[in-house]
């Protein structure tokens, strides 16, 4: 399953997206992550690196 990013709870510290493989979390113009749920392999390497835990498994 991809993961999803709490837009209320992500701070935009761009952890998540430094640890993708493959490039599928990026920011969006809020300032927030954002997951390309057809790019996502569903390794959960994004998961512990966020502080805030903003990102679940859906």
Do not use: Q, W
Request: charged fraction near 20%.
């Amino acid at each position: 399953m991809p993961v999803r990013v709490e837009k209320d709870l992500c701070i935009g510290c761009e952890a998540c997206i430094s640890v993708c493989p493959t490039s599928a979390l990026v920011m969006e113009d809020d300032g927030t992550a954002f997951c390309h749920e057809d790019l996502c392999i569903d390794c959960g390497a994004c998961i512990p690196v966020c502080p805030t835990e903003a990102i679940i498994e859906v």
